[in-house]
């Protein structure tokens, strides 16, 4: 009987071998799994029961959110289901045990609109100023990061995984991978997005063709999110942004704001590329300035004569 390490590291295999995940996801598997192993106190998988799933379970409830543990059993648990498909064990000891969360509803992070405009005017005034080529065409890049976050809504990963074969700016679509790989097409509408992502890219041309990649650094190099956090920090302090604004504020930025403005939610789903219309529901939240619309004209009130 193999021990429970090798099985993980055959597991860890098959799922990027045959299930073809992306490196994240197999280095979250690892990081939770290896976790898994450790807490067991034993490497024999046949002594692994529901006794000691129910302990691990109650651990992660212990140290952490409902949602980091929820993320972690989601980890461990696929990988007994593979044990059980290859017959390395008789029993799966999940079967005995009945999972229930209670997550704290978070409503997601925006981005007030006039924040937004500040932080873009704030760059394109770098951008302007700039005293030398260098920086005249870094404040011209970070412009086109932001734009192309706010005006598409897609991930902070999937902007910086962008071929060069992905962006046609002759008629303004980008196609997007997302998670698992799904491709979804997104069309910008705004002709002054497109008009400095075009720019951006005659400026930084023969680094783009050198890597491929839509979006670079200074070296060549394919653009990462750590550089885009720092980048949006830069431009929040020099204009005095007190917000901590991360990439991932700018979809949902993107989303609220659509909603708000009365856009399907099947659409919304579609250009965020979420799996399920249940994700989205996310956004329906109704904020308080739109609470503060709808009271003052829907609600019947207001024909009172008193």
């Known amino acids: 009987m193999k021990n429970l390490s090798s099985l993980i590291q055959e597991y860890l295999t098959y799922c990027e071998t045959q299930k073809r995940l992306d490196p994240k996801t197999l280095k979250a598997y690892r990081i939770d799994l290896c976790q898994f192993s450790e807490q067991c106190h034993t490497d024999q998988i046949a002594c692994i029961d529901s006794v000691v799933i129910e302990s691990y379970i109650a651990n992660l409830h212990q140290r952490y959110q409902p949602k980091t543990a929820k993320r972690k059993i989601a980890s461990v648990k696929p990988f007994f289901r593979y044990l059980e498909y290859r017959n ?4 799966n000891p999940f079967h005995k ?20 405009e500040l932080l873009l005017n704030t760059i394109y005034t770098q951008h302007n100023q700039a005293a030398t080529d260098f920086k005249k065409k870094n404040a011209l890049r970070d ?8 005006s598409s809504g897609m991930r902070i ?9 992905d962006v046609n700016l002759l008629d303004g679509t ?3 991978y997302g998670k698992g790989n799904k491709e979804r097409r997104i069309q910008l509408g705004n002709d002054d997005v497109i008009r400095t992502l075009r720019s951006y890219y005659n400026a930084f041309s023969p680094q783009i063709q050198q890597c491929h990649h839509f979006f670079v650094n200074r070296s060549g190099d394919p653009l990462s999110d750590q550089t885009v ?3 949006i920090n830069h431009y929040c302090s020099i204009a005095e942004i007190s917000l901590h604004i991360t990439p991932h504020m700018f979809r949902h930025t993107f989303a609220t704001s659509l909603l708000e403005a009365d856009v399907d939610i099947r659409y919304i789903q579609e250009m ?15 904020t308080v300035s739109k609470q503060k619309a709808i009271l003052a004209t829907k609600h019947p009130r207001k024909n009172f004569h008193i």
């Open 229 to 231: 956090r720092r980048m």
């Open 174 to 176: 980008i196609l997007i």
């Open 272 to 286: 965020l590329g979420h799996s399920s219309i249940h994700i989205t529901e996310i956004y329906t939240h109704v």
């Open 88 to 91: 390395l064990i008789t029993q």
């Open 143 to 150: 412009a086109a990061v932001i734009e192309l976050l706010f």
């Open 157 to 165: 990963s999937e902007l910086c995984s962008l071929r060069t074969s």
């Open 97 to 116: 045990i009945t999972l229930r969360f209670r997550e704290p509803i978070k409503l997601p992070k925006t981005i007030p609109l006039s924040t937004v």
